[in-house]
Protein backbone atom coordinates (compact mmCIF):
# COMPACT_ATOMS: atom_id res chain seq x y z
CA UNK A 1 0.00 0.00 0.00
CA UNK A 2 1.37 2.98 -1.18
CA UNK A 3 1.82 5.95 2.15
CA UNK A 4 3.07 9.08 3.29
CA UNK A 5 4.12 9.65 6.28
CA UNK A 6 4.78 13.32 7.63
CA UNK A 7 6.62 14.27 10.70
CA UNK A 8 6.08 15.74 13.55
CA UNK A 9 1.81 15.99 13.18
CA UNK A 10 2.36 19.34 14.78
CA UNK A 11 4.95 22.41 15.08
CA UNK A 12 4.72 25.37 17.15
CA UNK A 13 8.01 27.84 16.76
CA UNK A 14 9.15 31.42 17.75
CA UNK A 15 9.32 33.81 14.60
CA UNK A 16 11.86 34.15 12.80
CA UNK A 17 13.47 30.63 13.62
CA UNK A 18 14.69 28.21 10.41
CA UNK A 19 12.30 25.05 10.48
CA UNK A 20 12.23 21.51 8.47
CA UNK A 21 9.35 19.62 8.01
CA UNK A 22 9.42 15.94 6.96
CA UNK A 23 8.07 13.36 4.88
CA UNK A 24 8.35 9.94 3.74
CA UNK A 25 6.75 7.40 1.11
CA UNK A 26 6.94 4.20 0.51
CA UNK A 27 6.89 3.83 -3.44
CA UNK A 28 10.66 4.45 -4.54
CA UNK A 29 8.65 4.52 -8.25
CA UNK A 30 6.39 7.75 -7.47
CA UNK A 31 6.50 10.58 -10.46
CA UNK A 32 6.46 14.05 -9.13
CA UNK A 33 5.96 15.20 -5.18
CA UNK A 34 4.20 18.60 -3.93
CA UNK A 35 4.02 20.17 -0.98
CA UNK A 36 0.63 22.16 -0.38
CA UNK A 37 -0.28 24.33 2.31
CA UNK A 38 -4.15 24.49 3.87
CA UNK A 39 -5.62 27.19 6.12
CA UNK A 40 -7.97 26.44 8.52
CA UNK A 41 -11.59 25.57 6.65
CA UNK A 42 -9.80 26.43 3.60
CA UNK A 43 -8.93 24.65 0.47
CA UNK A 44 -5.29 23.58 -0.53
CA UNK A 45 -2.73 26.00 -2.20
CA UNK A 46 0.27 24.50 -3.78
CA UNK A 47 3.33 25.92 -2.65
CA UNK A 48 6.17 23.80 -4.74
CA UNK A 49 6.02 20.71 -6.85
CA UNK A 50 9.28 18.71 -7.78
CA UNK A 51 9.50 16.88 -10.93
CA UNK A 52 10.61 13.17 -10.51
CA UNK A 53 13.85 13.86 -12.14
CA UNK A 54 14.60 17.26 -9.76
CA UNK A 55 15.92 17.26 -6.28
CA UNK A 56 14.96 20.08 -5.54
CA UNK A 57 12.38 23.00 -5.88
CA UNK A 58 12.94 27.06 -4.21
CA UNK A 59 10.10 29.53 -4.18
CA UNK A 60 10.99 32.87 -1.91
CA UNK A 61 11.88 31.40 1.93
CA UNK A 62 10.78 28.33 0.52
CA UNK A 63 13.22 25.09 -0.34
CA UNK A 64 11.61 21.48 -0.60
CA UNK A 65 13.67 18.55 -1.88
CA UNK A 66 13.80 15.20 -3.01
CA UNK A 67 15.52 11.78 -2.48
CA UNK A 68 13.59 9.41 -4.49
CA UNK A 69 16.37 6.30 -3.06
CA UNK A 70 15.30 6.84 0.50
CA UNK A 71 11.68 7.92 -0.02
CA UNK A 72 11.95 11.43 1.69
CA UNK A 73 11.27 14.84 1.00
CA UNK A 74 12.09 17.83 3.07
CA UNK A 75 10.30 21.03 3.47
CA UNK A 76 12.53 23.79 4.76
CA UNK A 77 10.71 27.40 5.91
CA UNK A 78 13.78 30.24 6.18
CA UNK A 79 12.67 32.99 8.79
CA UNK A 80 9.34 31.95 10.37
CA UNK A 81 6.24 34.43 10.20
CA UNK A 82 3.33 33.91 11.81
CA UNK A 83 1.68 34.11 8.51
CA UNK A 84 3.20 30.70 7.95
CA UNK A 85 1.39 29.34 10.66
CA UNK A 86 -1.23 26.74 9.08
CA UNK A 87 -1.27 23.20 7.87
CA UNK A 88 1.57 21.78 5.37
CA UNK A 89 0.77 18.53 3.44
CA UNK A 90 3.33 16.43 1.16
CA UNK A 91 1.48 14.09 -1.33
CA UNK A 92 3.37 11.90 -4.42
CA UNK A 93 2.09 11.45 -7.77
CA UNK A 94 1.46 7.43 -8.28
CA UNK A 95 1.88 5.79 -11.84
CA UNK A 96 -1.50 6.11 -12.00
CA UNK A 97 -1.76 10.47 -11.74
CA UNK A 98 -3.26 10.05 -8.47
CA UNK A 99 -2.11 12.06 -5.59
CA UNK A 100 -1.48 10.20 -2.29
CA UNK A 101 -1.66 12.41 0.38
CA UNK A 102 0.31 12.45 4.07
CA UNK A 103 -1.54 13.40 7.24
CA UNK A 104 0.17 17.05 7.66
CA UNK A 105 2.42 18.44 9.70
CA UNK A 106 0.54 21.38 11.61
CA UNK A 107 2.82 24.77 12.63
CA UNK A 108 2.05 26.91 14.55
CA UNK A 109 4.92 30.34 14.21
CA UNK A 110 4.66 32.30 18.02
CA UNK A 111 5.28 36.14 17.56
CA UNK B 1 -3.96 31.45 -13.32
CA UNK B 2 -5.69 28.23 -13.26
CA UNK B 3 -9.12 28.76 -11.15
CA UNK B 4 -11.27 26.02 -9.85
CA UNK B 5 -14.23 27.32 -8.24
CA UNK B 6 -17.20 25.49 -6.21
CA UNK B 7 -20.57 26.12 -5.85
CA UNK B 8 -20.62 26.33 -2.22
CA UNK B 9 -18.48 27.17 0.60
CA UNK B 10 -20.51 25.77 3.42
CA UNK B 11 -23.51 23.53 2.84
CA UNK B 12 -26.26 22.14 5.36
CA UNK B 13 -28.72 18.80 4.24
CA UNK B 14 -30.80 16.41 5.95
CA UNK B 15 -30.34 13.23 6.53
CA UNK B 16 -31.92 11.92 2.81
CA UNK B 17 -32.10 14.66 0.60
CA UNK B 18 -30.30 14.32 -2.52
CA UNK B 19 -27.16 16.52 -2.81
CA UNK B 20 -25.17 17.96 -5.45
CA UNK B 21 -21.93 19.76 -5.13
CA UNK B 22 -20.57 21.31 -8.20
CA UNK B 23 -17.18 21.93 -9.38
CA UNK B 24 -15.63 24.92 -12.59
CA UNK B 25 -12.21 24.63 -14.08
CA UNK B 26 -11.55 27.73 -16.11
CA UNK B 27 -7.75 25.98 -17.84
CA UNK B 28 -9.25 23.43 -20.07
CA UNK B 29 -8.17 20.42 -18.38
CA UNK B 30 -8.75 17.37 -18.87
CA UNK B 31 -8.58 15.46 -15.76
CA UNK B 32 -11.06 16.77 -12.75
CA UNK B 33 -10.97 15.21 -9.05
CA UNK B 34 -13.52 14.74 -5.74
CA UNK B 35 -11.80 14.44 -2.42
CA UNK B 36 -12.99 14.30 1.28
CA UNK B 37 -11.14 15.35 3.72
CA UNK B 38 -12.12 14.12 7.57
CA UNK B 39 -9.67 14.94 10.73
CA UNK B 40 -7.43 11.85 11.29
CA UNK B 41 -8.03 10.07 7.87
CA UNK B 42 -6.53 13.33 5.29
CA UNK B 43 -7.55 13.61 2.31
CA UNK B 44 -9.36 10.40 0.23
CA UNK B 45 -10.34 10.18 -3.77
CA UNK B 46 -13.85 9.50 -4.17
CA UNK B 47 -14.11 9.53 -8.07
CA UNK B 48 -12.65 11.31 -10.63
CA UNK B 49 -12.60 11.95 -14.90
CA UNK B 50 -10.19 11.70 -17.49
CA UNK B 51 -12.63 13.21 -19.87
CA UNK B 52 -15.89 14.07 -20.79
CA UNK B 53 -18.56 11.31 -19.41
CA UNK B 54 -15.54 9.48 -18.66
CA UNK B 55 -15.53 8.24 -14.23
CA UNK B 56 -13.38 6.14 -12.82
CA UNK B 57 -13.68 4.77 -8.87
CA UNK B 58 -11.59 6.57 -6.65
CA UNK B 59 -10.59 4.62 -2.71
CA UNK B 60 -14.15 5.73 -1.50
CA UNK B 61 -16.83 5.43 -4.06
CA UNK B 62 -19.57 4.59 -1.99
CA UNK B 63 -22.48 6.57 -1.23
CA UNK B 64 -21.57 9.02 -4.12
CA UNK B 65 -21.97 9.24 -8.14
CA UNK B 66 -20.29 11.72 -10.29
CA UNK B 67 -21.54 13.63 -13.68
CA UNK B 68 -18.95 15.01 -16.25
CA UNK B 69 -21.50 16.69 -19.63
CA UNK B 70 -18.63 19.28 -19.93
CA UNK B 71 -14.92 19.45 -20.04
CA UNK B 72 -15.20 22.52 -17.32
CA UNK B 73 -17.67 20.91 -14.61
CA UNK B 74 -17.52 17.78 -12.89
CA UNK B 75 -20.54 17.25 -10.20
CA UNK B 76 -20.66 15.35 -7.11
CA UNK B 77 -23.88 13.71 -5.80
CA UNK B 78 -25.22 12.19 -2.86
CA UNK B 79 -28.01 10.55 -3.86
CA UNK B 80 -29.65 10.02 -0.12
CA UNK B 81 -27.35 12.12 2.13
CA UNK B 82 -26.45 10.50 5.84
CA UNK B 83 -24.67 11.77 8.63
CA UNK B 84 -21.48 9.99 7.88
CA UNK B 85 -20.99 12.20 4.62
CA UNK B 86 -20.60 15.38 6.66
CA UNK B 87 -16.86 16.33 5.09
CA UNK B 88 -15.32 18.85 4.24
CA UNK B 89 -15.12 18.33 0.11
CA UNK B 90 -12.56 19.54 -1.92
CA UNK B 91 -12.54 19.69 -6.16
CA UNK B 92 -9.22 19.80 -8.08
CA UNK B 93 -8.18 19.56 -11.67
CA UNK B 94 -5.01 18.81 -13.95
CA UNK B 95 -3.82 18.83 -17.29
CA UNK B 96 -3.05 15.03 -18.92
CA UNK B 97 -0.76 14.86 -21.53
CA UNK B 98 0.59 11.58 -23.06
CA UNK B 99 -0.38 9.52 -20.38
CA UNK B 100 1.39 11.69 -17.59
CA UNK B 101 -0.57 13.54 -15.07
CA UNK B 102 0.51 17.03 -14.44
CA UNK B 103 0.39 19.21 -10.86
CA UNK B 104 -3.21 19.11 -9.84
CA UNK B 105 -5.01 22.66 -8.44
CA UNK B 106 -7.44 22.44 -6.03
CA UNK B 107 -10.97 24.36 -5.06
CA UNK B 108 -11.63 26.81 -1.86
CA UNK B 109 -13.44 23.69 -0.36
CA UNK B 110 -17.25 23.00 0.38
CA UNK B 111 -18.01 22.13 4.42
CA UNK B 112 -21.34 20.17 3.92
CA UNK B 113 -23.14 19.23 7.48
CA UNK B 114 -25.66 16.78 7.53
CA UNK B 115 -28.27 16.67 9.69
Known amino acids: KQEVTQIPAALSVPEGENLVLNCSFTDSAIYNLQWFRQDPGKGLTSLLLIQSSQREQTSGRLNASLDKSSGRSTLYIAASQPGDSATYLC??????????FGQGTELSVKP | DVKVTQSSRYLVKRTGEKVFLECVQD?????MFWYRQDPGLGLRLIYFSYDVKMKEKGDIPEGYSVSREKKERFSLILESASTNQTSMYLCASSLWSSGVSYEQYFGPGTRLTVT
Open chain 1, 91 to 100: AFYNQGGKLI
Open chain 2, 27 to 31: MDHEN
